[in-house]
């Protein structure tokens, strides 16, 4: 059979023969995405779409953090997928949108730290993970309020910590916040490395330039008229719903930051006035999240399973539900909390936000910070090859 290139990963050389795919089982994920990567090189048909495919370009040989940083370079618009004369039935089976996720979906485990969290995360599904944690809040919640409290009606300044003591939300609230910083900031230093790009840091310039590409969803327009989803017609619907809960969850993020401001620096304790900064912004970016939320459960729903790794959709779909709660939680909070209902409902809000921060770090949320780092690779390779700089 005749051989069309020489890939080349880990240091193995292997040729790349017309031949029918191998499975995902067969070949792993790492080699079966070179395989299709390398058809892709040498085809270029899609380089209009997104980053990866440029990317590519630059790479006649592939290796194992090649693969990873181009994966995470894919933001799963899937227009690829659609316009490729290789994809199957053909014996090709070129299915770049599932072969990158299934190398990304490797990497939530394989960069986690520290492995004996990312091992018992493996082992276990995410939505019992999560489950387990908010039980635990709750359990501990009942524990230290009692049955009584919980169900009485409290107003006024600090209304809240009647319910729940102060130390009991803030300390264990920090606990979580900086366990989940400190697994993002080891999973980030393993990913760089993985990536090939071990001592060299990112340059001001790229870190500024991946920053604006995340917050204008640069890549979710599968080349320009939008992403093909859930079906195969192009729309800007998916950038819309990445907005709503990225942009939602920074008002949250907001909101949340300015509320510790009032209360440990100026003293004015929650409950705050519903024109307030804090009630506002976390009203705003908990809308803008559960209609983002739910837009995406639906749209996933009824997307098209041809392009899609079945494991990644799953732990997508955990993540978003478990966001989607937190902000509907939230949301209820606020809006009962002069009543009897004030106790339960934010202890079920303080459970699942638990639940969030500590599932957080193994699952879908991580590819926040991967997806940045790759573009800011992007960005530095970009700036060093000798073309004109991006706006």
């Given at each position: 059979m005749p051989t069309t290139g020489k890939p080349t990963i880990d240091g193995a050389v292997w040729p790349l023969v017309v031949r029918e795919a191998a499975s995902v089982s067969q070949a792993g994920v790492f080699e079966e995405a070179a395989r299709q990567l390398t058809v892709c090189n040498a085809c270029r048909y899609c380089e209009g779409y997104c980053a990866v495919y440029p990317a590519l370009e630059l790479r006649r040989a592939l290796t194992r953090g090649d693969v990873t940083y181009l994966a995470n370079l894919c933001h799963d618009c899937r227009a690829c997928y659609y316009a490729c004369m290789y994809a199957p039935p053909h014996e090709f089976g070129i299915?770049?949108?599932?072969?990158?996720?299934?190398?990304?979906?490797?990497?939530?485990?394989?960069?986690?730290?520290?492995?004996?969290?990312?091992?018992?995360f493996a082992a276990t599904p995410e939505v019992l993970a999560a489950c387990a944690v908010a039980a635990l809040v709750v359990g501990l919640a009942l524990w230290l309020v009692g049955p009584a409290r919980m169900l009485t009606a409290q107003r006024g300044a600090g209304a809240f910590y009647q319910i729940v003591p102060y130390w009991a939300i803030v300390l264990p609230g920090l606990g979580l916040f900086c366990y989940w910083l400190g697994v993002w900031a080891a999973g980030a230093r393993v990913f760089w490395r993985d990536i090939d790009m071990q001592g060299r840091a990112p340059?001001?310039?790229?870190?500024?330039?991946?920053?604006?590409d995340v917050l204008v969803l640069r890549w979710l327009r599968g080349g320009g008229p939008g992403c093909p989803y859930p079906d195969e017609h192009p729309s800007r619907a998916r950038a819309v719903l990445h907005s709503l809960v990225f942009y939602g969850f920074l008002a949250a993020a907001a909101s949340t930051t300015i509320a510790a401001i009032y209360q440990d620096l100026l003293g004015r304790l929650p409950p705050y006035p519903l024109a307030s900064a804090p009630v506002v912004l976390g009203t705003l970016g908990?809308?803008?999240?559960?209609?983002?939320?739910?837009?995406?459960?639906?749209?996933?729903?009824?997307?098209?399973?041809?392009?899609?790794?079945?494991?990644?959709?799953?732990?997508?779909?955990v993540f978003v539900i478990t966001l989607g709660l937190a902000s509907l939680s939230g949301l209820l909070t606020l809006a009962l909390r002069s009543t009897r209902v004030l106790g339960p409902t934010l202890v079920i809000h303080l459970a699942i936000v638990a639940a969030l921060f500590v599932t957080a770090p193994y699952g879908k949320f991580v590819h926040a910070i991967y997806r940045y780092l790759a573009l800011v690779r992007r960005r530095m390779e970009h700036d060093s090859d000798g073309r004109p700089a991006e706006p």
């Open positions: 299915n770049i949108p599932q072969a990158l996720a299934e190398v990304r979906r490797d990497g939530y485990r394989r960069h986690a730290r520290p492995r004996t969290g990312a091992g018992l340059s001001p310039r790229a870190a500024l330039g991946a920053a604006w908990g809308v803008a999240m559960i209609l983002g939320a739910v837009g995406m459960l639906v749209a996933k729903g009824r997307s098209d399973r041809r392009p899609a790794s079945g494991p990644m959709s799953g732990i997508e779909a």
